[in-house]
């Protein structure tokens, strides 16, 4: 395989050029065939094919040794059949990112992979720590006060909670870290983080008019390819009932972006959680889709969305102790592989999110779509 050099500019770091095709998808899927089950590689309309399982960078402590942990897994697993890689500007006070963005280049020096064989996702929303945490909440207050509203990235009255917010200005400062934290010019796929939190301070109608300026926002940015697609990342929004505060409706959603650029939109994706223990993005009519209740998963399938499931494992607590009948529906070698056969068997669900820190557990969870796990 031909390898891709990063571009570099004198004085910082490299930038990547590039972003996910369908023809780089395509061969990096038939590289890994052989390996998977049939169905490990999804086909997507506008990022691809994309694997069933993707690696997740949440969790961890701000330390040099989970940066490198973080970026040893990473590139272990673009190595090994992994080709989503999921990070938000604020995981671990902005150093997942920076994590991943050292495992995809030295990924691509190596010529383990090329940039366009690989889907990229991040997040924005939430004011980014940078690199250690403050140590008590009156020091993260003068943190925000200092570098964000001082500054005039992010006004008083757009900031919620102490510390989210979908303001244009914001957002367009988000997506820059994200993409300079990355070292990509093009991110794949950019989510805006848990929109459902402005739903605690404000009204509904003021939030859907928070999302449609954030949406008109990312529109720019797909248009002048610093993001291929974006989407909605949610916890509630969108698995809670119609009538709860924070319920955020797909088809609302769905016809801002139509709105903004017609046909063309970019509004692509969504990311919820799905686990054994939470699932009710499947099992509860939380949407309304051509005046007929849905489910998440069946509404965003009616409107072609991408559906990315997060916490499959439920930040680790799937991985042990499961009813011994789980097994008899969703075979494999270990509760973890059970769990995240589980999600990756629902039909919708493209990609099921898994954080892995070690190469270990790369193998370990890959398992679950490897020809040679027992079923």
């Known amino acids: 395989m031909a390898r891709k ?13 590039g972003q996910a095709t369908r023809a780089g998808t395509a061969r990096y899927r038939d590289r890994f065939s052989a390996e998977f089950v049939a169905d490990h590689f999804r086909d997507t ?30 590139q272990h697993a673009v190595g090994s059949g992994i080709n989503v890689i999921d990070t938000a500007l604020n995981y671990r006070a902005q150093r997942s990112e920076r994590s991943v963005g050292a495992a995809i280049r030295r990924a691509i020096e190596a010529g383990v992979i090329q940039r366009d064989e690989i889907v990229v996702c991040s997040k924005a929303g939430y004011v980014p720590l940078d690199g250690t945490p403050p140590a008590t909440r009156e020091e993260y207050r003068e943190y925000v006060e200092r570098e964000f509203l001082e500054k005039e990235i992010v006004l008083r009255e757009e900031l919620v909670g102490g510390g989210h917010s979908l303001a244009p200005r914001f957002l367009r400062y988000c997506l820059a870290k994200s993409r300079q934290n990355l070292g990509l010019r093009t991110i794949d796929t950019y989510y805006l983080h848990n929109p459902e939190q402005q739903a605690r301070s404000v009204e509904r109608e003021t939030l859907y008019s928070r999302i449609e300026a954030a949406f008109g926002v990312l529109e720019e940015a797909a248009e002048r ?8 990342a949610t916890w509630n929004g969108l698995r809670t009932p119609r009538d709860s505060a924070e319920h955020i409706s797909l088809h609302r959603l769905n016809a801002i972006a139509h709105g903004i650029a017609g046909d063309s939109h970019h509004f692509r ?49 799937l991985v042990k102790g499961l009813p011994p009948e789980i097994g008899q529906h969703y075979p494999g070698a270990s509760d973890a592989q059970r769990a995240i056969q589980f999600v990756r068997s629902i039909p919708g669900v493209t990609t099921a999110l898994v954080g892995m820190r070690r190469e270990a557990h790369v193998d370990e969870d890959l398992g679950a779509a490897r020809v040679s796990t027992p079923r």
């Open 225 to 232: 390819g610093e993001i291929g697609i974006y989407g909605c």
């Open 45 to 74: 309309s506008f990022t691809g094919y994309m694997s069933s399982i993707g690696i997740g960078t949440y969790l961890g402590d701000t330390t040099d040794e989970d940066d490198a942990s973080y970026t040893t897994a990473i």
């Open 5 to 17: 050099t990063p571009k570099k500019t004198e004085g910082i770091a490299a930038i990547v050029d």
């Open 269 to 317: 994706a969504i990311q919820l959680p799905i686990n054994l223990a939470m699932p009710e993005a499947i099992r509860q009519h939380t949407q309304t889709i051509d005046g007929n209740q849905a489910s998440a998963i069946e509404a965003a399938q009616a409107l072609n969305l991408t559906v990315v499931a997060s916490a499959t494992l439920l930040q680790a607590t």
